[in-house]
């Protein structure tokens, strides 16, 4: 299943919700990814998200929340991985999620001090501790029962409205389409024109085929090295980690074997094109 996103409708309705209530709603799509439409995230939440580590928690962390929908209908109300509240609900075609709404980075009507009690161990992982996060958190929103309540049932409304005008919607995906997602979602783990054929259910000639459609003529292998070292242009960007975790984030556990690559691809080593790429920032 394809599902289509109207962006700029759907950017359009939270911004406005955000102004207006000062929380933020974004939307997942069914595999608990978000889809990036909005980023009105407060300190806290950005201060997180900014680490390599911070964010695999954050994704973990909405995968974990759509997987333990347990509600018969509307929201259900959760801590997330740094003792944030948040809240998640599906929207259906039919008996399937077509995507989930959620809204949170706030805190409930329960005292303040409780509340960072229940979330600094967990924050343990994060540079300088949990006291580095302490002055952001104690940032964070509070809203009494009834306020969300009251947002979680304008929320619904809306909910019934994206589903109306189609601002979400279901398709087939093409097998061009599962080859790509495929590479996305699986680039850092061992592969093979083999492990692929079986995953996707395509036979090895038509993979090959689309190998090529996808890269403009080039094979399955390097479609994967291209995939491959365009994460690691990022994380080499993004933070401070030594060339060879870099290579392990890609799915290369070999460095010397990552280097060549990456020459080959980009015209230049790893470590020259962080030092030369930070520069031109």
Same mark, same amino acid.
């Given at each position: 299943?394809?599902?289509?996103?109207?962006?700029? #409708?759907?950017?359009?309705?939270?911004?406005?919700?955000?102004?207006?209530?000062?929380?933020?709603?974004?939307?997942?799509?069914?595999?608990?990814?978000?889809?990036? &439409?909005?980023?009105?995230?407060?300190?806290?939440?950005?201060?997180?998200?900014?680490?390599?580590?911070?964010?695999?928690?954050? &994704?973990?962390?909405?995968?974990?929340?759509?997987?333990?929908?347990?509600?018969?209908?509307?929201?259900?109300?959760?801590?997330?991985?740094?003792?944030?509240?948040? @809240?998640?609900?599906?929207?259906?075609?039919?008996?399937?999620?077509?995507?989930?709404?959620?809204?949170?980075?706030?805190?409930?009507?329960?005292?303040?001090?409780?509340?960072?009690?229940?979330?600094?161990?967990?924050?343990?992982?994060?540079?300088?501790?949990?006291?580095?996060?302490?002055? @952001?958190?104690?940032?964070?929103? #509070?809203?009494?029962?009834?306020?969300?309540?009251?947002?979680?049932?304008?929320?619904?409304?809306?909910?019934?409205?994206?589903?109306?005008?189609?601002?979400?919607?279901?398709?087939?995906?093409?097998?061009?389409?599962?080859?790509?997602?495929?590479?996305?979602?699986?680039?850092?783990?061992?592969?093979?024109?083999?492990?692929?054929? #079986?995953?996707?259910?395509?036979?090895?000639?038509?993979?090959?085929?689309?190998?090529? #459609?996808?890269?403009?003529?080039?094979?399955?292998?390097?479609?994967?090295?291209?995939?491959?070292?365009?994460?690691?242009?990022?994380?080499?960007?993004?933070?401070?980690?030594?060339?060879?975790?870099?290579?392990?984030? &890609?799915?290369?556990?070999?460095?010397?074997?990552?280097?060549?690559?990456?020459?080959? &691809?980009?015209?230049?080593?790893?470590?020259?094109?962080?030092?030369?790429?930070?520069?031109?920032?």
């Amino acid at each position: 299943m394809n599902i289509l996103f109207d962006q700029e #409708q759907l950017l359009q309705l939270l911004t406005n919700l955000y102004v207006f209530t000062g929380i933020a709603a974004n939307i997942l799509d069914p595999q608990g990814r978000d889809i990036n &439409v909005f980023e009105g995230h407060p300190p806290f939440c950005k201060a997180i998200n900014a680490l390599p580590d911070g964010h695999r928690r954050c &994704v973990e962390c909405d995968a974990w929340k759509i997987g333990s929908y347990r509600a018969s209908k509307g929201f259900q109300f959760y801590r997330c991985h740094a003792g944030v509240c948040e @809240a998640v609900m599906p929207l259906y075609d039919r008996d399937r999620p077509l995507a989930y709404l959620v809204y949170g980075c706030f805190l409930d009507e329960s005292p303040l001090e409780e509340q960072w009690e229940r979330a600094s161990p967990l924050l343990g992982w994060y540079p300088g501790g949990p006291e580095a996060l302490k002055d @952001a958190f104690f940032q964070l929103r #509070q809203y009494s029962a009834a306020e969300l309540k009251a947002y979680s049932e304008l929320l619904e409304a809306l909910a019934a409205y994206i589903q109306l005008k189609g601002m979400i919607q279901a398709t087939e995906r093409t097998e061009l389409q599962r080859l790509e997602l495929y590479l996305d979602r699986h680039y850092m783990e061992k592969l093979s024109l083999e492990s692929i054929s #079986q995953e996707l259910h395509i036979g090895r000639t038509k993979l090959c085929r689309l190998a090529k #459609q996808l890269s403009g003529g080039q094979t399955l292998s390097h479609l994967i090295a291209q995939r491959r070292m365009d994460a690691a242009k990022s994380l080499l960007l993004q933070n401070d980690l030594p060339i060879s975790a870099v290579a392990d984030a &890609v799915g290369i556990s070999d460095y010397n074997y990552f280097s060549r690559v990456f020459r080959s &691809v980009t015209g230049m080593t790893p470590r020259d094109f962080r030092k030369k790429r930070r520069h031109n920032i």
